[in-house]
């Protein structure tokens, strides 16, 4: 293999990484205080994807950074919507632990439902820039531009979320409660604004996931939030589910994983290509089967 194409190569999987570290990301930051692996996280990135074609169908000339930036606020509004309506109240009933997870899949149900009632069951496609789809050429390197602004966004997006876990109050709120919920909660924090403050970051996360992993597909379905939940659920797994750090080590390997596949697999193989993955993550898990940064969570960042 020629040095250009392994560094095409890398870039693609450093692209992919970056949106599937920023999934796994918006999923563990749940799971730090609350201890729930959220399984409606993937309707949020749904939901992203049909503000965007939704925004686009009226016509008006809209900006496409305007767009983008609605998707987005979309998805935060419909995590904060679902932690008032759905998870606060079963918290509140002092129920087990299992009750918020079976909420979950049951937010997961409802807005696949109401997308499929309300608009359609069958895909809609989202436009995007054309520079989105171009390609540069330096030398003898061929990009693509899509892989430079999702690397771009994902390091913005990581770097800004570290800044605010470690510079600001609400950071360290989340960082505590993280820690020791029960124990903020004494020192005179509101558990209600941690935990809201938690999913809209996550709903944050989700909203930029959605607008790179569409960009990707070009496509949006009701259903189509179950592979980029699958794939959060697995980076944090196998990254360690209690770390932040492990989050975006995770999400960085399955994207590795995939562009390797990609190339080394015959083409008679390349169907099963996530089979091969999840495989892999298996017998990683199996080595390390408390992940590959275990331990620690929001305290990986301080």
């Known amino acids: 293999m020629e040095w250009a194409d392994f560094a095409e190569l890398l870039i693609a999987a450093v692209s992919l990484g970056s949106i599937y570290a920023l999934m796994a990301l918006g999923l563990v930051l749940v799971f730090g205080i609350l201890r729930l692996i959220n399984f ?31 998707a987005v606020v979309v998805a935060i509004v419909t995590a904060l919507a679902l932690e008032r309506v759905a998870f606060r109240q079963v918290r509140a009933s002092h129920g087990p632990p299992i009750n918020l997870l079976l909420t979950s899949f049951a ?81 005179g924090v509101q558990a209600d604004r941690v935990i809201a403050a938690a999913f809209a970051i996550s709903g944050a996360l989700a909203g930029i996931s959605s607008v790179l992993y569409f960009a990707r597909i070009g496509l949006v379905k009701p259903d189509i939030g179950l592979g980029p939940v699958i794939i959060a659920f697995f980076a944090t797994v196998v990254g360690g589910i209690e770390s932040l750090a492990g989050a975006v ?33 298996i017998i990683v898990l199996l080595v390390r089967p408390q992940g590959l940064v275990p331990g620690r969570h929001i305290r990986e960042v301080r």
């Not at 789809?133 to 770097?159: E, H, K, N, Q, Y």
């Not at 995939?258 to 091969?276: E, I, K």
Request: hydrophobic letters at 60%; a positive charge.
């Open 107 to 187: 937010c997961s149900a409802v807005l696949q439902s109401l997308v499929m009632v309300l608009i359609s069951p069958r895909s809609k496609g989202i436009l995007y820039p054309p520079l989105v789809s171009a390609d540069l050429t330096l030398g003898p390197l061929r990009i693509a531009a899509f892989d430079i602004m999702a690397i771009i966004v994902g390091g913005i997006s990581l770097v800004g979320l570290t800044i605010l876990l470690r510079k600001t109050f609400l950071g360290i709120c989340l960082r505590a409660a993280a820690d020791d919920f029960t124990m903020t909660r004494l020192l």
């Open 249 to 281: 080590v995770g999400g960085f390997l399955l994207g590795f994983l995939t562009v390797g596949l990609q190339v080394v697999l015959p083409t008679s193989l390349l169907a099963y290509r996530d089979a091969f993955t999840f495989l892999i993550v």
């Open 40 to 70: 409606a996280y993937g309707e949020f990135i749904m939901i992203g994807g049909y503000a965007m074609w939704w925004l686009q169908r009226l016509e008006f000339g809209i900006p496409w950074g305007f767009v983008a930036l609605f």
